[in-house]
T-cell receptor
Framework: GAGVSQSPRYKVAKRGQDVALRCDPISGHVSLFWYQQALGQGPEFLTYFQNEAQLDKSGLPSDRFFAERPEGSVSTLKIQRTQQEDSAVYLC????????????FGDGTRLSIL | KQEVTQIPAALSVPEGENLVLNCSFTDSAIYNLQWFRQDPGKGLTSLLLIQSSQREQTSGRLNASLDKSSGRSTLYIAASQPGDSATYLCAGIYNNNDMRFGAGTRLTVKP
């Protein structure tokens, strides 16, 4: 597709369940970012990939959060044993060269933990 | 931790008015600064990217300035339209993967 695609758009899970969020970046974009956006706040950095390499995961809030990009294209953000504080919008962005070029964002996955 | 602050949090103006949105950052060692627009339920759309060597960027009715010494950026919107209603976010870029966002200004332009 022409833009960054994220799925699902909405996800409701019970506390303690595992969830997986998918991001399809723009074709050819080597850089991929995950962000977490709480209601009324700006996005906060979670992790960064350059091709298949996860170069920075300093923003992941706990070891329950795991991200991968095994073939350097599609990425999955997995949250294990979800907690209510994990409820947020998870945004994915891609660019052709880190932050030296503008990022293109997907519409996000709105995660609600009951 | 570098912080990015946006004032005001919300702004309502009549159609046709010129307006200024403000962004301040605590660390002047900024690499680039970027302004985004976010519509409800959507991701972010990049509006303007100002590199540290630049002082401003213009695109149509939008003009963004960057003053590193004072730690400030402004987004100027001329002749506002109802379609400009959205949340505007600024983000300081500190290296190739460190981008820190403000909480945004929610703009409403009334017809």
């Amino acid at each position: 597709g022409a833009g960054v695609s994220q799925s699902p758009r909405y996800k409701v899970a019970k506390r303690g369940q595992d969830v997986a969020l998918r991001c399809d970046p723009i074709s050819g974009h080597v850089s991929l970012f995950w962000y977490q956006q709480a209601l009324g706040q700006g996005p906060e950095f979670l992790t960064y990939f350059q091709n298949e390499a996860q170069l920075d995961k300093s923003g992941l809030p706990s070891d329950r959060f795991f991200a991968e990009r095994p073939e350097g294209s599609v990425s999955t953000l997995k949250i294990q044993r979800t907690q209510q504080e994990d409820s947020a919008v998870y945004l994915c962005a891609s660019s052709s060269a880190g932050l030296t070029q503008p990022q293109h964002f997907g519409d996000g996955t709105r995660l609600s933990i009951l | 931790k570098q912080e990015v602050t946006q004032i005001p949090a919300a702004l309502s103006v009549p159609e046709g008015e010129n307006l200024v949105l403000n962004c301040s950052f605590t660390d002047s060692a900024i690499y680039n600064l970027q302004w985004f627009r976010q519509d409800p339920g959507k991701g972010l759309t990049s509006l303007l990217l100002i590199q540290s060597s630049q002082r401003e960027q213009t695109s149509g009715r939008l003009n963004a300035s960057l003053d590193k010494s004072s730690g400030r950026s402004t987004l100027y919107i001329a002749a506002s339209q109802p379609g400009d209603s959205a949340t505007y976010l600024c983000a300081g870029i500190y290296n190739n993967n460190d981008m820190r966002f403000g909480a945004g200004t929610r703009l409403t332009v009334k017809p």
